[in-house]
């Protein structure tokens, strides 16, 4: 037996706030496939794609997609998204460069050959992908991006190549090959995309990509990984005057590399 509750279009789509199914053992795909075959005749239209299909509060999308199965006294809520829904595009605006973040699904197999056939087609956009352990929050993704503009503004990079650099700000070192091994891609860990470039470039990636991008806004909160990873104590954090101490600490341990 499961419980699926509707949100927001969902309930128009099927009048009703949740139902329970005296089913187990069966796909989210197959739940999907149930759903639209026995929708009321007289409601909105429900899309069997654009949805963000919760399992015990879990996007589907972190386990095993629509392949997840659903077990015995599992709670599916089912989201739809239409035109983005409540998803946010996460776009910046540096020293008169366009910036976009995109968090990719866990499901997306994407490695560095992907990344470098990805630059291929985008030649002109600067894109590198950082593991999300590595990002602590929206401003500290900023700040860190900032300092690799800066660095590239005034000559000062740490590598010939703006991606590199960024990579290697966020890894908190000089090694590339340290940095791609930590922070960059790795199959075990979500990541995002970090793209700088023109609004219409940035537009056509966006296009590109859109079926791998999570939904779900960036929510991270990396901050004991990043303590330990970067050897941060709790003297260091009380010895920091600021609202955001780790984040504070994070940028200046990027803004001395050399």
Do not use: W
């Not at 700000?169 to 091994?181: D, L, M, V």
């Amino acid at each position: 037996m499961i419980t699926v509750k509707f949100t927001g279009g969902a309930r128009k789509s099927f009048d009703i706030d949740e139902i329970i199914l005296d089913r187990s053992n069966l796909t989210v795909k197959q739940l999907i496939d149930y759903l639209i075959s026995t929708k009321p005749e007289n409601t909105t239209s429900f899309d069997g794609k654009n949805l963000l299909i919760a399992v015990n509060e879990i996007d589907s999308s972190a386990l095993n997609g629509y392949d997840t199965i659903l077990n015995d006294n599992d709670v599916i809520n089912i989201i739809p998204i239409i035109h983005g829904g409540t998803f946010s595009r996460i776009q910046l605006k540096i020293f008169s460069n366009n910036i976009e973040i995109f968090e990719m699904k866990k499901t997306y197999i994407f490695d560095n050959i992907s990344l470098n056939k990805l630059r291929k087609k985008f030649p002109n956009l600067i894109i590198q992908a950082i593991s999300s352990k590595f990002l602590l929050n929206k401003s500290h993704i900023k700040k860190i991006i900032s300092l690799s503009l800066l660095a590239k503004r005034e000559k000062t990079m740490l590598s010939k190549k703006l991606e590199t650099d960024i990579l290697l700000r966020f890894a908190g070192t000089t090694q590339i090959n340290y940095a791609i091994e930590n922070a960059g891609l790795n199959p075990k860990t979500s990541f995002c995309l970090i793209a700088v470039g023109k609004k219409s470039l940035l537009e056509k990636l966006y296009a590109d990509i859109n079926n791998n991008i999570s939904k779900i806004p960036l929510r991270v909160d990396n901050s004991r990984f990043l303590k330990n990873y970067f050897h941060i104590s709790k003297k260091h954090i009380n010895s920091i005057d600021s609202n955001s101490p780790l984040e504070d600490l994070l940028v200046e341990k990027s803004s001395i590399l050399t």
